[in-house]
Nanobody, 118 residues
């Protein structure tokens, strides 16, 4: 299971750091990702990181502002969010471990709300 934390309310231009902790040891061997979902919008992949950390990906909308990182020993993945914009308001969800048959993430957290006000 995955549990996110670190969400909250912040003014535009501010920063937040999201954390996600896993309960299973396989987490360290998996690709991890952060998604977000806003009302009326499709779930969006924000960022991902491979188990080794040698490859990271970002949505164009967050490049240069968000940074994904991980601590496999602690079974944690983080999302540092800087220069937040009102359009970053969403529920942010942590995901891990891609199912090789479906190519979708197998493990999901419940999400943490991020609200950015102008």
């Amino acid at each position: 299971q995955l549990v996110e934390s670190g969400g909250g309310s912040v003014q535009a231009g501010g920063s937040l750091k999201l954390s996600c902790v896993a309960s299973e040891s396989r987490f360290s061997r998996c690709t991890k990702a952060w998604y977000r979902q806003s009302p009326g919008k499709e779930r969006e992949l924000v960022s991902s990181i491979t188990s080794s950390g040698d490859s990271t990906r970002y949505a164009d909308s967050v490049k240069g502002r968000f940074t994904i990182s991980q601590d496999n020993a602690q079974k944690m993945v983080y999302l540092q969010m800087n220069s937040l914009k009102t359009e970053d308001t969403a529920v942010y969800l942590c995901a891990a471990c891609i199912n090789p048959l479906t190519q979708t993430f197998r493990d999901w957290g419940q999400g943490t709300q991020v609200t950015v006000s102008s």
